[in-house]
């Protein structure tokens, strides 16, 4: 199994900044190949949607269009680590924020693509 536990949400009012991180670790973890990681976040009564995509090298990235210029999302291999970093946060911005890994490495932003999830940190912008 693989375990994915993220950090550094918080409450911060709207143009605030929050860097968030995901540390992925578990027993089968080291055997698995080239993966891919994302971001996703999920508000109060909405479908879980997808935020940003980083492949296996950290040389591809994209972005859901709504946070694109705002968000940055990044890796450190040698570390198992996915971050974001989010800056010029919006009231909308609100939501629970999961990283996720993708065995395949697809680049893809198709949640059924993800076969580990995190638990969330939960990101709180007030107006």
């Known amino acids: 199994q693989v375990q994915l536990v993220e950090s550094g949400g918080g409450l911060v009012q709207a143009g605030g900044s929050l860097n968030l991180s995901c540390t992925a670790s578990?027993?089968?973890?080291?055997?698995?190949?080239?993966?891919?990681m994302a971001w996703f976040r999920q508000a109060p009564g909405k479908e879980r949607e997808f935020v940003a995509v980083?492949?296996?090298?950290?040389?591809?990235?994209y972005y859901a269009e709504f946070v694109k210029g705002r968000f940055t999302i990044s890796k450190a291999n040698a570390k198992n680590s996915l971050y974001l970093q989010m800056t010029d946060l919006k009231p909308e911005d609100t939501a629970l924020y999961y990283c996720?890994?993708?065995?395949?490495?697809?680049?893809?932003?198709?949640?059924?693509?993800?076969?580990?999830w995190g638990q969330g940190t939960q990101v709180t912008v007030s107006s």
């Open positions: 980083i492949s296996w090298r950290g040389v591809d990235t």
């Open positions: 996720a890994l993708d065995l395949l490495d697809r680049h893809t932003t198709r949640r059924l693509h993800y076969a580990y």
């Open positions: 578990g027993r089968a973890f080291n055997s698995y190949g080239d993966y891919g």
